[in-house]
T-cell receptor, first 116, second 114 residues
Framework: DTGVSQNPRHKITKRGQNVTFRCDPISEHNRLYWYRQTLGQGPEFLTYFQNEAQLEKSRLLSDRFSAERPKGSFSTLEIQRTEQGDSAMYLC??????????????FGSGTRLTVV | AQSVTQPDIHITVSEGASLELRCNYSYGATPYLFWYVQSPGQGLQLLLKYFSGDTLVQGIKGFEAEFKRSQSSFNLRKPSVHWSDAAEYFCAVGAPGGGNKLTFGTGTQLKVEL
């Protein structure tokens, strides 16, 4: 169990640029989640995948945001035309429901995005 | 839709003192309940979880939590706090069958005085 890996750890970008984050979940986990956390707040759900299928998207996920998990392994989250309001920590988590309902998430360390 | 309230934004305790962090949830049935801890600049680590059965659950690092249906609460406790417990603590609720999607509270920042 190597944990959930997120890259990059930090990203500073200029307003209007596109950014892409990567998440590598625990290998046997078939569910992968993206959350966003702004300063002083708890994480907010963005989207999740079961294998390669994106099963739910939050209304927080505007059309500038897109997430993929092409082979059911790693996932990418892209933000187009970044805005200052996109500055946040983007957290990825994975889990395996097949292990039973009482198996919690494992979170990655997150990608801190700063839009200047 | 479910929601979580953590009424205490900041709590300061002395090392060795007992700790209780409050969490109230709103959900129509019995939810899945979680406590996570987050150190600065890090992801979240699961402390403990409740799904069903015994309403007093034990977690890692000496933490425990009690589910009280009548009060819609899931408070986190520790008998004796260590300086390394200083962090931010999040309560979360999940809907059974809801794809394991979680709704988090706004967190409680714990400071430990030596």
């Amino acid at each position: 169990d190597t944990g959930v890996s997120q890259n990059p750890r930090h990203k500073i970008t200029k307003r209007g640029q596109n950014v892409t984050f990567r998440c590598d979940p625990i290998s046997e986990h078939n569910r992968l989640y993206w959350y966003r956390q702004t300063l002083g707040q708890g994480p907010e759900f963005l989207t999740y995948f079961q294998n390669e299928a994106q099963l739910e998207k939050s209304r927080l996920l505007s059309d500038r945001f897109s997430a993929e998990r092409p082979k059911g392994s790693f996932s990418t989250l892209e933000i187009q035309r970044t805005e200052q309001g996109d500055s946040a920590m983007y957290l990825c988590a994975s889990t395996s429901p097949s292990r039973g309902a009482n198996y919690g998430y494992t979170f990655g360390s997150g990608t801190r995005l700063t839009v200047v | 839709a479910q929601s979580v309230t953590q009424p205490d934004i900041h709590i300061t305790v002395s090392e060795g003192a007992s700790l209780e962090l409050r969490c109230n949830y709103s959900y129509g049935a019995t939810p899945y309940l979680f406590w996570y801890v987050q150190s600065p600049g890090q992801g979240l680590q699961l402390l403990l979880k409740y799904f069903s059965g015994d309403t007093l659950v034990q977690g890692i690092k000496g933490f425990e939590a009690e589910f009280k249906r009548s009060q819609s609460s899931f408070n986190l406790r520790k008998p004796s706090v260590h300086w390394s417990d200083a962090a931010e603590y999040f309560c979360a609720v999940g809907a059974p069958g809801g794809g394991n999607k979680l709704t988090f509270g706004t967190g409680t920042q714990l400071k430990v005085e030596l």
